[in-house]
């Protein structure tokens, strides 16, 4: 595997799940693949379940790891091409990825979405250039677009706690003081649509998501009907994603004191199917869920997270047998 962003770059999503799962049992028994191979992990933006789960995945592996913090103590980087140098960036993306690229063997990226220009971002401009010019495989570490080591742990933690074959899955936007960007809802519809189950989608209108991403899935935009009989509830925000209205990419649509009622709470838990809580975490309580709901025997948000460490095992592992 050369480079990882999308659910289908894994292959056999069932085979996957299996290997996740042979890690879990021994994160140790492939700790000689990664000797004398090294990671770098570049962070545009901050992060604590990406930094810590990835750099423990990489150990598992018997990897050396570097760490880049592109905003903490580099240069800071121009992204664009064809721009006259003259502001706070001295260095271009363009020199410094392939200098990066003669330090290590695999690069982990971090970068997220501007939020201002729509084709930019969904472009995947800054993975594409490091794909292009550091001559190593490059992974996403949650990019302008997407977000795949999160969706991957996901799905692996949806397996270990369903209870039917066929579990619904509703994916429901919540609010959120400030503008997010799409990519953890886009990996998750992406890989939920690859995998077996029942899957909705529940946003006020205007949070309309790619159609590359939400594909067929079912978009229900009353929220009680979406978690009628819902096995797994997952919260997340998004701003607008600009398909319905290119003008607002990036923005929030409605001021969000006026949205508290999408805030999963004790009584949207009641319609589902004793539905389990999930979010990505990190999450912002009494905003996107109330204190009960995520404190309960019920949520998922802490297997969720310790999940990270095993698909980001799973997908090195795959990238360092490509090496050989
Ligand atoms: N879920 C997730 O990616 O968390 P961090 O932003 O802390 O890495």
């Known amino acids: 595997m050369k480079s990882f962003l999308n659910v289908q770059d894994l292959g056999d999503l069932g085979r996957a799940l299996a290997e996740a799962q042979e890690i879990k049992r021994d994160r140790y028994k492939f700790e000689q693949l990664g000797r004398n191979k090294t990671l770098l992990m570049v962070f545009f933006n901050n992060s604590l379940r990406t930094r ?95 977000h795949p080591l999160q969706a991957f742990a996901d799905l692996i933690t949806i397996e270990e706690h369903k209870k039917v074959a066929r579990p619904k899955v509703v994916l429901t936007w919540a609010p959120h003081p400030r503008s997010l960007p799409q990519a953890v809802p886009n990996s998750f519809a992406q890989w939920m649509n690859a995998a077996d189950v029942d899957f909705v989608i529940t946003q006020p209108e205007g949070y309309e998501l790619d159609p590359a991403f939400v594909q067929g899935a079912r978009v229900e935009y009353d929220q009680m009907k979406a978690f009628e009989g819902a096995d797994f509830i997952y919260a997340k925000n998004w701003s607008c994603p600009g398909v319905t209205s290119p003008e607002d990419y990036g923005k929030i649509l409605h001021d969000y004191h006026t949205m508290m009622h999408w805030t999963v709470d004790a009584e949207h838990m009641s319609w589902t199917n004793n539905a389990h809580f999930m979010h990505c975490l990190p999450v912002r309580r009494n905003m996107i869920v109330t204190d009960d709901v995520i404190e309960a025997p019920t949520s998922l948000v802490i297997p969720e997270a310790a999940n990270r460490e095993i698909s980001a095992t799973v997908v090195l592992k795959r990238i360092l047998e490509s090496l050989k």
């Open 52 to 146: 810590l789960s990835t750099q423990k995945a990489a150990l598992n592996l018997g990897m050396n790891v570097i760490v880049l913090d592109v905003n903490a103590g580099a240069w800071k980087l121009e992204t664009e091409r064809g721009v006259i140098m003259d502001g706070d960036k001295s260095e271009h993306l363009l020199e410094a990825i392939p200098v990066m690229g003669s330090y290590c063997d695999v690069i982990g990226i971090r970068s997220f979405a501007g939020l201002t220009d729509r084709a930019y971002d969904y472009a995947e401009t800054v993975f594409n250039q490091f794909v292009q010019y550091s001559g190593r495989p490059v992974f996403a570490m949650e990019t302008a677009t997407v």
